[in-house]
């Protein structure tokens, strides 16, 4: 579907550090990553540490995947930044979201395809205005099948789906912020994940290795699936870098 499997490169299950521990660097170090856009009154996050460690120059916060990213905002909201842009991967839904494809989120859906009522901010904050944009939809399990994929395309009208982008919309407008969202596909729509792969992570975004070691165990054929998934979040974890004017050369944290 999205996040969950893209630590999966052997050496990166760590990721960075989870969303209660990231220490916050001025906004000027983040700046210095390579951005030439982003705006010094804009709080960046992830849902998942191995989102934050593709973007790792911007210290941006975790704030953990699905539902449970609401209690990873709650720190911002003493901020003096009033401004969220969230950074990460997504399921592809239609054919023209194919894996490394990285989008503008434009509207976020529930899975019956009903629009959230509070929009992203218009123009993403300056940040990727070349993109192409999509919609995305919020659910609250993984689409681990292409037939799963198939059903939620044809009842939500979107082309992602992730497990936050409600949540922070609907937090956000709780607060008065602004928010824009940015997304990467890591698995197509022609794509499976593996049976079990939404207990791979841990509720403040890091790597549930316990949890994935009983999903392989009872699903011992999505082992075979890991050296893909692996490859696939290299791919879309270099086409959001470039998407995002950071140096090609400089790797995530692992």
Same mark, same amino acid.
């Given at each position: 579907?999205? #996040?969950?499997?893209?630590?999966?490169?052997?050496?990166?299950?760590?990721?960075?550090?989870?969303?209660?521990?990231? +220490?916050? =660097?001025?906004?000027?170090? &983040?700046?210095?990553?390579?951005?030439?856009?982003?705006?010094?009154?804009?709080?960046?996050?992830?849902?998942?540490?191995?989102?934050?460690?593709? %973007?790792?120059?911007?210290?941006?916060?975790?704030?953990?995947?699905?539902?449970?990213?609401?209690?990873?905002?709650?720190?911002?909201a003493?901020?003096?930044?009033? &401004?969220? $842009?969230?950074?990460?991967?997504?399921?592809? !839904?239609?054919? *023209?979201?194919?894996?490394? /494809?990285?989008?503008?989120?434009? *509207?976020?859906?529930?899975?019956?395809?009903?629009?959230?009522? @509070?929009?992203?901010?218009?123009?993403?904050?300056?940040?990727?205005?070349? !993109?192409?944009?999509?919609?995305?939809?919020?659910?609250?399990?993984?689409?681990?099948?292409?037939v799963?994929?198939?059903?939620?395309a044809?009842? *939500?009208?979107? =082309?992602?789906?992730?497990?936050?982008? #409600?949540?922070?919309?609907?937090?956000?407008?709780? =607060?008065?912020?602004?928010?824009?969202?940015?997304?990467?596909?890591?698995?197509?729509?022609?794509?499976?994940?593996?049976?079990?792969?939404?207990?791979?992570?841990? =509720?403040?975004? +890091?790597?549930?290795?316990?949890?994935?070691?009983?999903? !392989?165990?009872?699903?011992?054929?999505?082992?075979?699936?890991?050296?893909?998934?692996? &490859?696939?979040?290299? %791919?879309?974890?270099? *086409? !959001? @870098?470039?998407? $995002?004017? $950071?140096?090609?050369? %400089?790797? +995530? @944290? /692992?």
């Amino acid at each position: 579907m999205r #996040a969950l499997p893209c630590s999966l490169r052997f050496r990166a299950f760590g990721g960075a550090r989870g969303k209660w521990e990231i +220490g916050r =660097q001025p906004q000027d170090a &983040r700046l210095a990553g390579g951005l030439r856009a982003l705006p010094a009154s804009c709080e960046v996050v992830c849902p998942l540490s191995a989102e934050a460690s593709i %973007v790792c120059e911007w210290n941006p916060r975790v704030i953990g995947p699905g539902a449970s990213c609401v209690e990873g905002l709650r720190p911002l909201a003493s901020s003096r930044y009033r &401004r969220i $842009l969230v950074l990460g991967l997504a399921g592809g !839904l239609t054919s *023209s979201a194919s894996s490394g /494809t990285v989008f503008r989120v434009r *509207s976020v859906r529930n899975h019956l395809g009903e629009p959230v009522f @509070r929009q992203p901010a218009v123009g993403c904050f300056g940040v990727g205005a070349d !993109l192409a944009e999509a919609d995305i939809a919020c659910v609250d399990h993984v689409a681990e099948s292409p037939v799963a994929k198939a059903e939620l395309a044809r009842r *939500s009208g979107c =082309q992602l789906v992730d497990m936050e982008s #409600a949540h922070v919309a609907t937090w956000c407008a709780t =607060q008065g912020w602004e928010w824009a969202m940015i997304r990467v596909v890591l698995d197509g729509p022609d794509e499976s994940l593996p049976q079990g792969i939404g207990r791979w992570c841990r =509720q403040d975004g +890091g790597m549930n290795y316990a949890g994935m070691f009983l999903s !392989l165990l009872f699903n011992p054929g999505s082992i075979l699936s890991i050296p893909a998934l692996a &490859r696939s979040r290299a %791919v879309a974890g270099k *086409s !959001l @870098r470039q998407a $995002l004017g $950071l140096q090609a050369g %400089v790797k +995530g @944290r /692992t």
